[in-house]
């Protein structure tokens, strides 16, 4: 049972342009959702997470959509660089009394960026 | 640098031996995860401590697994009788768990497991 889905596995984008990732879920008990970065051979790196509460967060080059009501978010990337080739998880944390802090990961999404 | 480190960094192992990777987390950060990660697919989760208290595991965590955290501060997590399917990357992650749902959760550079 995929909870959350990154149905893209691949994206490809010249340098400059908008990267879109996208993410479903489908467990509406999740609150709190997280995008992490990863390079080969390294471990996942934090980018930027939302709040259920929230539609929308910024964090410089990077902003996360959420549409609760599709169960559905986004990663936008611009300008996109060619250092942000990398794979692209998203990420869902469940709030319930003795949550433990257990992520929900997606599959991935592997972004290309030409230069 | 005061990110989370683990080691070893890759281990090569023959099918039937006993294999343990070390955590040591962000300094101040209470709770620790495990996590494994095997090709194409995202991170599983393994298991979670608060401080030194294991408060839960998956079902993917066989009686073969086991993982500590003495004292609190590094974990250890071992692989006893390893088989074929247990080669995967092992992440460990840490944070501060200051009691409010809303924590992001680090990740050390992983250790790549692979039994032949």
């Given at each position: 049972d995929q909870q959350v889905k990154q149905n893209s596995p691949s994206l490809s984008v010249q340098e400059g342009r908008i990267s879109i990732l996208n993410c479903d879920y489908t467990n509406s008990m999740f609150d709190y959702f997280l995008w992490y970065k990863k390079y080969p051979a390294e471990g996942p790196t934090f980018l930027i997470s939302i709040s259920s509460i929230k539609d929308k967060n910024e964090d410089g080059r990077f902003t996360v959509f959420l549409n609760k009501s599709a169960k559905h978010l986004s990663l936008h990337i611009v300008p996109s660089q060619p250092g942000d080739s990398a794979v692209y998880f998203c990420a869902a944390l469940k709030d319930y009394?003795?949550?433990?802090g257990k992520l929900i990961f997606g599959q991935g999404t592997t972004l290309q960026v030409k230069p | 640098d005061t990110g989370v480190s683990q080691d070893p960094r890759h281990k090569i192992t023959k099918r039937g031996q006993n294999v343990t990777f070390r955590c040591d987390p962000i300094s101040e950060h209470n709770r620790l995860y495990w996590y494994r990660q095997t090709l194409g697919q995202g991170p599983e989760f393994l298991t979670y401590f608060q401080n030194e208290a294991q408060l839960e595991k998956s079902r993917?965590?066989?009686?073969r697994f086991s993982a500590e955290r003495p004292k609190g501060s590094f974990s250890t997590l071992e692989i006893q009788?390893?088989?074929?399917?247990?080669s995967a990357m092992y992440l460990c992650a840490s944070s501060?768990?200051?009691?409010?749902?809303?924590e992001t959760q680090y990740f050390g550079p992983g250790t790549r497991l692979l039994v032949l």
């Open positions: 009394s003795g949550n433990t | 993917l965590l066989s009686d009788r390893t088989e074929q399917g247990d501060q768990g200051q009691g409010a749902y809303q």
